[in-house]
């Protein structure tokens, strides 16, 4: 593992020190003090949660499908009349990728970069042509491969007018494996906070990668919460209120 993430392990450590989170973990024991909730209550709790992240992972995308439309599609098989059919694909990719995250979980198992790559695949569910502008400032349009890195150089031009790098394709793969290295690693440390493992792993990833679509690497962070009860529920307000303008 680079030593950059040695790096990133020291500052998870402090991070986790930090008021907010000790904030964080109080609502925690809040909520777990309720604890035990009946059976049918948590199959309440999680399809309202299901719901909502459906929602709302595909609204800061652009899906133009209302709360209501959501909920009549995934429940009812119901489209919306004049609404674009890529929105309802996109929204069904969504429900399944929530599936196989699901299962990861009940199985017990880690995430591993082909559940990320796999992630991608459901998710998106066919490549697709997005527009583009080369280094020089040029218009273009490329293909985005489901389930694979990036194949081409990308980049953004910032606020100043600056046009910021990300990894170059040849160096995707290992940074992506060294990402997976520490994340397991992190995971161990008990004196790291969950929230701030997901926090700086989503940071870190989109900081390397800067995909079109970011889903499967939000997923690993709230995926890894799901372990913690309800501390995905709390990271998921954060990231989403963080999103809204």
């Known amino acids: 593992m680079a030593p950059f993430f040695d790096k990133m392990l020291e500052v998870a450590q402090l ?4 008021p907010i989170v000790e904030q964080v973990q109080t609502l925690f024991k809040q909520i777990e003090a309720l604890r035990p909730i009946s059976e ?3 199959k309440r709790i999680m399809q309202k949660f299901r719901l909502d992240w459906n929602y709302h992972s595909n609204a800061i995308e652009g899906n133009q499908l209302t709360y209501g ?7 009812h098989g119901l ?5 674009p059919f890529k929105d309802h694909l996109d929204l069904r990719g ?3 990728g929530l599936k196989y995250l699901f299962q990861i979980l009940t199985d017990g198992r880690g995430f591993t970069e082909m559940d990320i790559r ?4 459901i998710i998106l569910v066919e490549p697709y042509t997005s527009r583009a502008i080369t280094s020089n400032g040029q218009e273009t349009r490329k293909v985005i491969e489901i389930g694979k ?3 081409t150089p990308n980049h953004v031009r910032t606020q100043t007018g600056e046009i910021h790098y990300y990894a170059t394709p040849e160096e995707t793969p290992a940074l992506m494996n060294d990402l997976m290295q ?6 161990r440390d008990k004196t790291i906070h969950p929230v701030v493992i997901a926090a700086l792993f989503h940071h870190r990833s989109i900081a390397l990668t800067q995909p079109t679509r970011v889903e499967p690497l939000r997923w690993v962070c709230a995926g890894w919460l799901s372990a913690v009860p309800l501390l995905l529920t709390v990271f998921l307000n954060i990231y989403y209120r963080s999103k809204k303008p």
């Open 94 to 96: 969504h429900d399944d």
């Open 182 to 187: 520490w994340l397991h690693q992190a995971s």
């Open 69 to 75: 439309e959501t909920i009549s599609f995934l429940m």
């Open 149 to 151: 890195y990036k194949s």
């Open 40 to 42: 049918d209550a948590e």
């Open 118 to 121: 796999e992630l991608h695949k």
């Open 15 to 18: 991070t986790s020190q930090l």
């Open 79 to 83: 489209t919306a009349k004049g609404k």
